[in-house]
């Protein structure tokens, strides 16, 4: 098994005992094998996903207008600090929650790539497995964020859709009509890209080679870039 580092580590299996393998509902087929595991960032997913950034710059913001107003308002230091505090407690508030969001995320979400599939292991409180056969795949792609880190989402042949209420936030943004599912701020997620690009290639060739019983869906590409 060939595997690429991630950060955080990935859970102990006593976290999902019901599991046979972490991150998979069921044992791995004979002859399939796991090329990759990990999860995303927290703290990146919290940003892209969960918007804590832009959260954050609203309130401060919101701070500075409100005691910016006050001020010219003639309001005593007292009052201006009381609703100061109010302002700051909201935000800090709000920060903790969608931090704690992206944190809580992460944790439970495991990606995995085998020879054969991409599956994600998602849900907080209602854990939720999406399997996508290499044969469904018509192209994936690697976006990069800072740090090594990076997105790889994956776009389904013509026919194929899961909702995006279910993918997110494990989905590309905005596409909403076709949904792509989405491996999210996976560190070194160039080194994960030219793992998931190799086995997409082998999946073809072994198509081609008539290796598989059953027949090729459609063709399938994979781009270091976008």
Request: hydrophobic residues 50%.
């Amino acid at each position: 098994m060939s595997h690429v580092s991630s950060t955080p580590p990935l859970p102990d299996p006593h976290d999902h005992e019901f599991e046979p393998v972490p991150g998979l509902p069921a044992p791995l087929p004979e002859g399939e094998r796991i090329l990759w595991q990990g999860r995303p960032a927290w703290t990146r997913l919290a940003i892209h996903a969960f918007h804590v950034r832009k959260v954050a710059v609203y309130f401060a913001a919101l701070l500075a207008w409100v005691v910016a107003s006050a001020i010219a308002d003639g309001d005593t230091l007292a009052e201006t600090a009381k609703t100061a505090a109010m302002v700051t407690v909201g935000g800090a508030v709000a920060v903790g929650i969608l931090a704690a969001l992206g944190f809580f995320s992460a944790k439970a979400t495991v990606y995995t790539i085998t020879d054969r599939r991409i599956v994600l292991r998602i849900g907080i409180a209602l854990p939720l497995v999406i399997t996508v056969p290499f044969n469904l795949i018509a192209i994936a792609r690697f976006r990069p964020q800072s740090k090594g880190i990076g997105d790889i989402p994956v776009a389904l042949i013509s026919g194929e859709r899961i909702g995006f209420g279910i993918l997110w936030p494990h989905a590309r943004p905005w596409k909403l009509g076709r949904p792509q599912p989405m491996l999210r701020c996976v560190p070194e997620g160039a080194a994960v890209a030219t793992v998931l690009a190799s086995a997409l290639r082998a999946d073809m060739a072994r198509r081609k080679a008539g290796d598989e019983a059953e027949p090729a869906m459609a063709p399938h590409t994979a781009q270091a870039a976008e």
